[in-house]
């Protein structure tokens, strides 16, 4: 089989509310999708879900990227089983960490496993060894909104069945919504924060041991990204760990934040992280030097890259988090004929078998999302 054909397209789909943080107010979602064909007529498809202010990434970048560096160095390159494809991607992988385009090689990965293994009747979370999990249990977000409405959410998800909840925080008030939250979830519920690089260090220490009295478990990315030293000076000062998340994309951020001991937690996210392989590497730093990691997602996602996360879980024991995208519940419009689970009650069950990520794409859909007139 070779990779013999690829396309792209860059959607925009509407939110069916608004979704903020001290970082943006999404609204819609800005997203990339490869669609890779080979010369046995198989279709792949792959997502990334570029941010500026994550890996410095546009789509039309994301494009560029991919069209004029990635691409040409797969195409027509000939494979006679799934396990050939690892060595394929693996200096797509190195490369967009080395230059920082791990946004681009995402969505090309995916779509190279998605075709791949519907080929050789393979997972595609086949990429990183055997099955070892089968259910996955999820964080519920609440971003930033008042506290009666925060209250009203996180009321609905604990009825549902989560017990993990992470809250938008870096906002004026922000300590009075996550004890409203506290309030209604429990004391047994875990919430941790995320304040999107909205503090100095001296402010993130003392939200932090305000935060503390509320039993909150982490507090992600307090300072701003390019802020190592600050980011480790709240570590060493803070009563909750923290999580690094927009000052983590690469591997070798990964080492950097370890060395400083900056953190204690990885964000670890497909598209900003490289796809599988990207996040795997940054796994293995976790390992390696002691760190916790969880599987976040970014707002805005569509089933493909939901589909890859479960893949990668599927194959990785010890996350402390697993965030869920609320692909049906937060689009407006979707590109797969079935978009991923309704509101799970806290926990999703992992398909044991499937070829590629086990997605069925609508291209019609895709086609007028991305403004592409119909064939």
Not at 65 to 85: G, H, Q, Y
Not at 357 to 370: F, S, T
Request: proline residues 5%; hydrophobic residues 40%; positive net charge.
């Amino acid at each position: 089989m070779k990779f013999s054909g690829i396309e792209l397209f860059h959607l925009q789909i509407p939110f069916r509310r608004a979704y903020k943080h001290a970082l943006a107010d999404h609204r819609a979602s800005d997203t990339v999708l490869v669609k890779v064909t080979t010369d046995t007529g198989v279709t792949g498809w792959g997502e990334t879900v570029p941010r500026r202010y994550l890996t410095g990434e546009t789509p039309q970048g994301v494009i560029d990227c991919i069209n004029n560096k990635l691409w040409p160095s797969v195409r027509e390159t000939e494979i006679a089983a799934f396990t050939d494809l690892r060595p394929l991607l693996e200096p797509l992988c190195d490369l967009s960490q080395k230059e920082r385009t791990t946004a681009a090689c995402c969505a090309l990965e995916l779509a190279l496993l998605d075709a791949a293994g519907k080929e050789y009747d393979t997972n595609a979370g086949g990429i990183l060894g055997p099955m070892k999990r089968r259910c996955i249990r999820y964080t519920a977000p609440i971003d930033d909104v008042p506290a009666k409405k925060a209250m009203r959410r996180a009321f609905l998800f604990r009825l549902l069945g989560f017990r993990d909840f992470k809250v938008k925080v870096g906002q004026v008030g922000d300590v009075e919504l996550v004890r409203a939250v506290r309030k209604v979830v429990g004391n047994k519920a875990d919430i941790r924060v995320d304040a999107n690089c909205a503090w100095d260090a001296q402010t993130a220490v003392r939200k932090a041991q305000r935060l503390a009295g509320l039993g909150v478990s982490s507090m992600e990315q307090p300072t701003p990204a390019d802020d190592i030293e600050a980011m480790a000076e709240v570590a060493r000062h803070s009563p909750i760990p923290i999580m690094a998340d927009e000052s983590l994309c690469t591997v070798e951020d990964a080492g950097q934040l370890a060395r400083k001991k900056a953190c204690g937690i990885f964000n670890v996210r497909l598209a900003k992280c490289g796809g599988l392989l990207g996040a795997k590497k940054i796994i293995d730093v976790a390992a390696h030097r002691g760190i916790a990691w969880q599987l976040g997602c970014l707002v805005g996602e569509t089933s493909i890259l939901a589909a890859a996360e479960r893949a990668l879980l599927s194959r990785l024991e010890g996350s402390i988090h697993i965030e869920y995208p609320f692909t049906r519940q937060l689009l407006l419009d979707h590109i797969c004929k079935s978009p991923g689970p309704r509101l799970p009650r806290g926990r999703v069950r992992v398909a044991e078998s499937g070829c590629g990520l086990g997605i069925n794409i609508d291209e019609g859909k895709a086609r007028k999302l991305a403004g592409i007139p119909a064939e």
